[in-house]
């Protein structure tokens, strides 16, 4: 069985060679996009197919996703509704060469607000793209707390305006728990409220132009 850090020296070795395993048909760009519901967990998956990128649905919470540079790409498991009372659980690996992290990240709608609560990262701090709103702390760690706004692009039709939170946890790690609802609180008392009908909620590993690879696997704490 292949190690995590032979899988690693792989693909950064010789991505072209990397047979591709797939949820859905191969393509030489990698894993199709796809979102659905795996081993009793929700998945979703996206890649702007512009990397070689691949993503592996584990057993119950476990993903795989491995990456090369020159896209954006978005993976992770969780659950189709999201819920301000979980509190997630997770462990893995998480290996970057660039702008990567990985997050509880999910959406509401009513109002529609994207989400993330920001458990490591790579070379990119993600709050930095933000208005700061100060910091909390939960389960004795700290995080920096920012929003900003999405600002609708002609090129999509039907794009709309909607805020985005962000936690993100100083201390970087690849394994914990998240008490998702401590964050939805500290949000709402710096006024950063998220809707009241929950879509999607996952862990998830995103990268914009790097190369790395994750190994995760979620479950209800
Ligand atoms: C990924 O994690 C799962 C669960 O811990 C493990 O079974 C699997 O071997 C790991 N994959 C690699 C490539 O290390
Ligand atoms: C990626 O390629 C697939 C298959 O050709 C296509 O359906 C999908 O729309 C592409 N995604 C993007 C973001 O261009
Ligand atoms: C923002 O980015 C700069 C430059 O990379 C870095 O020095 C700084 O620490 C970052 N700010 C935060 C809040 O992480």
Redesign the pocket.
């Known amino acids: 069985m292949a190690s995590f850090s032979i899988l690693l020296a792989f693909v950064f070795a010789s991505v072209s060679t990397y047979a591709t395993p797939s949820i859905g048909s191969a393509q030489r760009a990698g894993t199709p996009s796809s979102t659905g519901i795996h081993d009793g967990f929700f998945y979703s998956w996206w890649t702007d197919n512009a990397s070689q990128a691949t993503y592996v649905n584990g057993d119950k919470g476990n993903f795989e996703m491995i990456w090369t540079s020159g896209g954006s790409l978005s993976g992770g498991k969780g659950w189709s509704v999201g819920a301000g009372s979980r509190v997630i659980a997770y462990r893995g690996q998480f290996e970057y060469n660039g702008n990567a992290h990985v997050a509880v990240y999910g959406w509401t709608k009513n109002p529609l607000v994207e989400y993330y609560i920001v458990e490591n990262f790579g070379t990119y ?1 993600p ?2 793209g933000t208005t700061a709103q100060g910091s909390i702390t939960v389960d004795g760690a700290v995080y ?1 707390v920012g929003k900003d706004v999405h600002i609708p692009l002609p090129t999509i039709p039907g794009d709309q305006t909607f805020e985005r939170f962000f936690s993100v946890r100083q201390n970087k790690r690849s394994s914990g728990r998240v008490d998702v609802g401590a964050h939805f609180r500290a949000w709402a008392d710096a006024g950063m409220k998220v809707g009241t009908d929950h879509d999607y909620q996952i862990m998830v590993c995103e990268s914009y132009l790097s190369m790395g690879a994750c190994n995760i696997t979620v479950s209800a704490a």
């Open positions: 701090n709050i930095n920096d």
